[in-house]
């Protein structure tokens, strides 16, 4: 497209210089003034685009001046135009525009294109680092939201249930432990599981010394009555 756009430059430019030349000539070419006709020549040549311009006779091959052309015309955009008195055919106009213009522009596009992508790249670069510094930070926040919240579970529902279990037991061996508590059961895992046994184990010890202590009370009872009927003996 870049370089569509440049090539209908040149070749505007061309025509405008070409058709004006092509429309002064026909008096010049009449009054056979050549040098009026080097000077257009030489004018126009001053143009940095133009490489060369020339004048032919109707046959399209001869120079009514003498002109030098470009051998090689692969960087050559070469116009003619019709030189007409009326309707007779005087000559041609010959223009050579360089096309390094086009080409000098192709590479600015090129080397500008090249820029952009380049910004872009770096910028999506740049996007995707802070990405996944956002990504890491995240992930490291909702990890040590999980740990936490994990580790307050853990010792909710393992670490307290087992200190309490522990205390039972440790005041049932000290002797001073209170056979009326009852640990909280809540669910049917292995620590609730835990629980029961020691409230049936506690309930056992109860009833077990509710048991010996009426056995006890009986005794004394006997052993008072006995020694009532000793003394009334006596």
Known sequence: QVKTQLTDSLISKSDSIGRFIAKVSPDLIISFDFTALKAFQLEAAKDPDVQYVGFLKPDNKSALIEYQAVADKSKIIERRYEIKNK????????????????????????????????????SAHNSLNRLFTIMGITTCAVMAIITGLLFFLFRYNVIRPLRESSELIRGLAAGNGDLTVKLPVHG???????????????????????????????????????????????
């Open 188 to 234: 049917n895992d292995e620590i609730n599981q835990l629980r029961i046994a020691m409230n049936a184990f506690v309930e056992s010890l109860r009833n077990m010394i509710q048991i010996i202590v009426s056995e006890v009370i009986v005794m004394r009872t006997e052993s008072q009555n006995m020694n009532d009927f000793s003394v009334r003996l006596s």
């Open 87 to 122: 309707q007779d055919l005087l000559g041609f106009v010959v223009l050579g525009m360089s096309t390094q213009k086009i080409e000098d522009g192709i590479k600015t596009s090129t080397a500008r294109i090249s820029s952009a992508i380049n910004q872009v790249q770096n």
